[in-house]
């Protein structure tokens, strides 16, 4: 019998070996029309406007187009389904002329009505929809809505005040105070114009409220049919196994050379690099920085870094004392070595920060701006100036089971800072838990003295990252400084584009004076393709902006 | 026998329902609340209280719990709140992957670990015998994750014989209406599709099924030394048998009577090391699911996943217990 066995093994062992090799002989890039992407999740619905993920937001990208668009690799505003537009003197009627012939993916026209519907449809978002979790970008760009839900903020909250058809291919889109971000803001993927008969037909609104209160769609809009006028559609979507869209025949630009990309979920960073090296898929995105190095040696691969826009940041809530007092503000920032860690972990490509906008932006600040450099004995001295006497105990957070571009591995991070601290007259007590939901709860609920976070842009707009987190008092920061908020408002109010940066630069220098927050890197959030693929533009707001209709296989 | 079953599936009603209460109060003593894990970045106090209210999670647990085994009774086990599917939809989807990952895996413990064991007993501390035990060490003590990558770097990366990822080739279009992949192509008269389900089995099985692979060659090893020495086998011996049927018939029958009982505990060990074997591997099977459950506080998915996973728990020990007493009639009587 052992013989038996012996033999048995060693001709299952060559079956198995022989079986294997002769199948890896069938070439696998012999569909050349076909890009296979590595995401890390599945998407959660396909209907941009009530999605924030990245991974929603990446093939509806291909799937619906916006009335305005940004120039590949830029955050200019350039024409999409809108060729032309003017605006009003008051600032408060923004006329679009529309892109004539234009049809949706189901052969309906698109026109100044589909505008409408689209904003209309917006605005009066039932009560279930008024979510944070689903209308965000909604809430963020335009405040209010029509109807509000219970302690939801209504139209006279909102941005938006209504929408005009002048004619098939004019239209007019009216709000209730100036907005110099607003052009920007509709350029993003959440405000992509989708078909109102699909919209209707699908029943995009209708849906359930389940025992946790999430909304879920019972018609089909989101999950099989969402119908825009962009390069790809929706062909089919397995959750968990693949998405795949294929070219949009009806598409109003330059034909896709790549006519089906295919979406494909999978969670860890490591599974997707060696899925990329064995020829499995042909990109991915959020590459870990220790493998830009790995990548960066084979010519198969090519990395791309997006412009650095991403910001990591330590915050301080000023409502916990001793952070009340602007010393040890001061203390904490000249005891953080900032830019150590971004040197350290960020693959190479972290800039330090010494302010909240990046350098690229009108409304960065190139003098004024409080610089503090590690100083380990400054801090210790300004702490004793503050009456307090050095070890000072403070609780700093960070989080678990997160990578963010700003902050890859933030254990890293906190362990590099803790280390800095220690040596500047502080005594760190570590306070970690999983980023969602506790540690992002807990922080945004004001309980942090002082956190790891950070900031991906929506749109690269001062707006974006001054007045989203210092333009009203919020528990996070815990600070009220009304005439920052009156010095914000104005700034994102302002119509000359040589005023609005001088006011955005007083903001960038004030938020460094009070210290809301001490921002340590600019990071690079990186994406690779194979080398066969040719024209991809990184986009300084990351995939939300990358259309994958311009690739080829060279 | 029959009585025999008919006790045993009694026995399951107690503890289905005992697991039942574990899991839901188990899930609600995690820190966090899905209110505040659905409402996001910007949640107020009152958005989190106003939720809480409105569905129920402000109850006391009993009338939660009574609520809930309501549903269930009516087979609903609610919706994904990270997915916005119906657990029932993933189950369908997610349960074939696990339970074809854990089979291939056990085929391939057992397939190698039985002969391995019994090769070493054969040949009790010779080089097989040695080589047999160091293989064994090695199986049990490396993690998973790190044979993972190992192997797909070895057969995936330098090599390319096997696939890294997935249930299936990305290209394919293969149609599935089970879900069992494998059974799928035989069914569509897709033998292609059914191939290459196996070859994206390979890998994988091989690191899940590395640990149970150590343990049974172990086990069978110690058996069959047992065995071997008992009167009856040198009976059998000492009346002529020839080598070979003395192994089958009396050795082997009775050596694989503690293998069995080995082979449905780790069946369920098989289930849990699923989860990194599915993350690595990118299967979207139960594992990957019920870690990431776990993160986003997915209630519904949590209660509904970990107790069907339970109850298959439960189901295959009933199914090792009957094998067993298939196996020794002295289980029966008693």
Request: some cysteine; hydrophobic content about 45%.
């Amino acid at each position: 019998m052992a013989k038996g066995l012996k033999l048995a093994l060693a001709l299952g062992a060559v079956a198995l070996l022989t079986a294997t090799a002769a199948f890896a002989a069938s070439d696998r890039g012999a569909a050349s029309d076909t890009l296979v992407y590595g995401a890390s999740a599945d998407p959660s619905l396909l209907d941009p406007s009530l999605t924030s993920d990245g991974e929603s937001l990446r093939p509806t990208g291909q799937i619906f187009d916006s009335l305005v668009g940004f120039k590949k690799g830029t955050s200019t505003v350039v024409p999409s389904l809108a060729t032309k537009w003017t605006t009003s003197k008051n600032q408060l009627a923004w006329t679009f002329k529309l892109r004539k012939g234009v049809q949706f993916s189901d052969g309906t026209p698109f026109n100044a009505a589909a505008v409408c519907a689209n904003f209309t449809r917006w605005y009066s978002f039932p009560a279930p929809l008024q979510s944070d979790a689903l209308s965000y970008y909604w809430q963020t760009v335009f405040g209010g809505f029509a109807k509000p839900a219970p302690g939801g903020l209504g139209p006279d909250k909102s941005l938006y005040k209504g929408c005009k058809a002048h004619g098939q291919y004019s239209v007019s889109i009216l709000l209730r105070r100036p907005s110099s971000s607003f052009l920007a803001a509709i350029g993003l993927p959440n405000f992509g114009i989708a078909s109102p008969t699909a919209l209707k037909k699908y029943e995009a609104d209708a849906g359930t409220v389940d025992a946790t209160g999430v909304f879920h769609p019972t018609g089909t809009f989101a999950t099989q049919h969402p119908i825009g006028t962009g390069p790809y559609m929706l062909q089919s979507w397995t959750p968990g196994n693949k998405m795949v869209l294929v070219a949009n025949p009806k598409y109003w630009g330059p034909k896709p050379k790549i006519k089906r990309i295919i979406y494909i979920p999978i969670g860890d960073p490591s599974a997707r690099l060696q899925a990329l090296q064995s020829g499995e898929i042909q990109a991915y995105d959020n590459v870990a920085p220790q493998d830009f190095a790995t990548i960066k040696g084979n010519k198969k691969f090519k990395l791309y870094l997006r412009p650095p826009t991403s910001l990591g940041y330590v915050g301080i809530n000023q409502s916990l004392p001793p952070m009340n007092n602007p010393l040890v503000r001061q203390a904490v920032a000249y005891g953080l070595n900032g830019a150590a860690v971004a040197k350290a972990f960020y693959g190479g490509v972290g800039t330090p920060a010494t302010q909240f906008l990046p350098p690229s932006l009108a409304g960065f600040a190139k003098k004024g701006v409080p610089v503090f450099k590690y100083d380990p004995a400054k801090s210790i001295a300004l702490l004793k100036q503050a009456g307090l006497t050095p070890p000072v105990k403070i609780d700093f957070w960070w989080p678990t089971s997160v990578s963010r571009p700003y902050m890859p591995d933030p254990q890293r991070n906190f362990e590099a800072f803790a280390a800095s601290l220690n040596k500047a007259g502080f005594q760190v007590e570590a306070h970690s838990s999983p980023w969602r939901p506790d540690y992002r709860a807990g922080v945004q609920a004001g309980k942090a003295q002082l956190f790891l976070f950070g900031w991906n842009p929506d749109f690269i707009d001062p707006a974006n990252y001054l007045n989203v987190h210092f333009g009203s008092k919020t528990a996070q920061f815990g600070f009220d400084n009304q005439a920052l908020f009156t010095l914000l408002a104005k700034a994102d109010a302002a119509s000359n584009a040589d005023a609005r940066a001088a006011l955005y630069q007083q903001a960038s220098i004030q938020v460094m004076k009070q210290l809301p927050v001490i921002p340590y890197v600019w990071a690079a959030g990186a994406i690779v393709f194979d080398s066969s693929v040719k024209g991809f533009v990184p986009s300084p707001v990351g995939t939300v902006n990358e259309p994958m209709s311009s690739l080829s296989f060279g | 026998m029959l009585r025999f079953i008919v006790r045993r599936l009694l026995l399951l009603i107690p503890i289905l329902i005992g697991l039942s209460i574990l899991v839901f109060v188990w899930i609600r003593a995690l820190p966090g609340s899905p209110a505040e894990s659905l409402l996001g970045e910007h949640a107020t106090p009152e958005a989190v209280a106003q939720i809480r209210h409105q569905y129920g999670l402000d109850e006391p647990v009993y009338v939660q719990y009574w609520a809930y085994l309501k549903t269930l009774a009516s087979g609903d086990l609610g919706t994904s709140i990270a997915s916005t599917r119906t657990v029932t939809y993933e189950l369908e989807h997610r349960f074939p992957a696990t339970i074809e990952l854990a089979l291939a895996a056990m085929i391939f413990a057992i397939g190698v670990g039985v002969p391995l064991g019994f090769l070493s007993a054969k040949r009790y501390r010779s080089g097989v015998d040695h080589a047999g035990l160091a293989a064994s060490l090695i199986g049990i003590s490396i993690p998973i994750f790190f044979l993972a990558i190992i192997l797909k770097y070895i057969f995936s990366v330098r090599l390319g014989w096997l696939p890294s990822i997935g249930r299936e080739d990305t290209l394919s279009e293969a149609e599935h209406p089970t879900n069992f992949y494998v059974l799928d192509g035989i069914i569509t008269g897709n033998l292609g599709a059914s191939w290459d389900a196996i070859r994206h089995l390979i890998l994988p099985a091989i690191a899940l099924g590395s640990i149970p692979l150590a343990i049974i060659s172990r086990i069978t090893r110690a058996s069959v030394l047992d065995v071997q020495n008992e009167d009856y086998v040198r009976t059998a011996r000492a009346k002529g048998l020839a080598p070979r049927t003395v192994d089958r018939r009396h050795v082997m029958r009775n050596a694989l009577l503690p293998v069995t009982t080995i082979i449905g505990l780790q069946m369920g060990l098989l289930l849990s090391g699923a989860v990194l074997t599915e993350t690595v591997f990118a299967i979207p099977g139960m594992g990957s699911w019920l870690k990431e459950a776990i993160f986003n506080r997915d209630y519904p998915v949590l209660q509904g996943g970990i107790l069907f996973l339970a109850i298959v728990f439960v189901f295959v020990n009933l199914l090792v217990d009957i094998t067993y007493a298939l196996l020794n009639p002295r289980v029966r009587v008693s």
